[in-house]
C-alpha cells in the first residue's frame, strides 16, 4: 500500500465560526435521532475537531487535534468543550474536558506529516451524559477491505451542523491504518467511522486522521481500534 498524504485534517488551524462562543449554546432535547454521540470538540472556542462519546464521560477523537499546530505544543485539556449533538445553535449536551490521554505510540509532526495509525486519543469529560440523553457509540475493531461504512462529521462548511457520509469504501487495511473513499473537510479529524446497519445499533470502527491522495484519487484515513483503546480508556477514566 502506498501513499501520499495531500493534507491533514488539522482541525487545532481552522477557526471557530461566527456565533459559536461558549455562551451561545444551549442544551436542547432533539438532534441527530440515534447519533447523539458525534458531538463538535471546540478547542478554546479558537478551533475545533469532532469526537465521538463511547462511554458516558468519554469522547474518542484524534490525538493530533490535542496540538497547537503553530507551535506543536500540547492543548491545555480544560480548554476543550465536547458538544454532543451540535445541531445549529444548540446541543444535546454540553461538557468541558478535563482529561485527554493520547495513544503511547503517537508523535506528534508538523502539518503535513502527521503520524497515522496510531492517531487516537481518549478524552474524559467534568460529569457523566446520562444514557436517557445521548446513548455512547460500541466500538468494533473488525474493519477490513471492502466494508462499506459512514463518517459524521462536522467540518469547515459545516461547522455547527454535521454531516453524515454514507457508503463509504475500505480500499485498503495496513495494521491499524485504514484507507477509505470517503472524501473529508478541514474539521473532520476525529470523527467517527460508523457501521450503520438497519435495525442495529450503530458501532464505531475507526477514527478519521487525515485526507490523503493514492496516486490521483483522493482519499481519507482513519485509525482502526485495536486493544490498545482498552489502555487508553482505562488511563482516561
Known amino acids: 500500500m502506498r501513499l501520499t498524504i495531500a493534507a491533514i485534517a488539522a482541525c487545532l488551524s481552522l477557526g471557530m465560526p461566527n456565533g459559536a462562543a461558549a455562551g ?93 495509525g496510531s492517531d487516537l486519543a481518549v478524552l474524559r469529560l467534568d460529569k457523566p451524559i446520562s444514557r436517557n440523553q445521548v446513548a455512547p457509540l460500541a466500538m468494533d475493531g473488525g474493519a477490513e477491505r471492502g466494508d462499506s461504512l459512514d463518517v459524521m462529521s462536522y467540518t469547515q462548511a459545516n461547522a455547527t451542523r454535521p454531516r453524515l457520509k454514507r457508503s463509504c469504501s475500505v480500499l485498503a487495511r495496513k495494521s491499524r491504518t485504514l484507507v477509505m473513499s470517503c472524501l473529508v473537510d478541514f474539521g473532520a479529524s476525529g470523527s467517527p467511522v460508523l457501521e450503520l446497519r438497519p435495525g442495529q445499533a450503530p458501532r464505531l470502527v475507526s477514527v478519521i486522521s487525515a485526507k490523503a491522495a493514492m496516486g490521483s484519487r483522493r482519499v481519507s484515513i482513519g485509525t482502526a481500534l485495536d486493544e490498545t483503546l482498552s489502555d487508553l480508556i482505562r488511563s482516561a477514566g
Do not use: W
Open 24 to 116: 451561545e449554546l444551549q442544551p436542547r432535547a432533539e438532534s441527530i435521532r440515534g447519533l447523539e454521540a458525534v458531538g463538535r470538540l471546540s478547542i478554546a472556542n479558537q478551533s475545533m475537531c469532532t469526537g465521538a462519546l463511547v462511554a458516558p464521560n468519554l469522547v474518542l477523537t484524534a490525538a493530533h487535534c490535542l496540538f497547537d499546530p503553530r507551535t506543536g505544543a500540547r492543548v491545555d485539556p480544560q480548554s476543550i468543550r465536547f458538544e454532543a449533538g451540535l445541531s445549529g445553535r444548540r446541543a444535546v449536551a454540553l461538557r468541558q474536558v478535563v482529561k485527554a490521554v493520547i495513544h503511547p505510540q503517537y508523535r506528534y509532526r508538523p502539518s503535513g506529516v502527521h503520524q497515522i
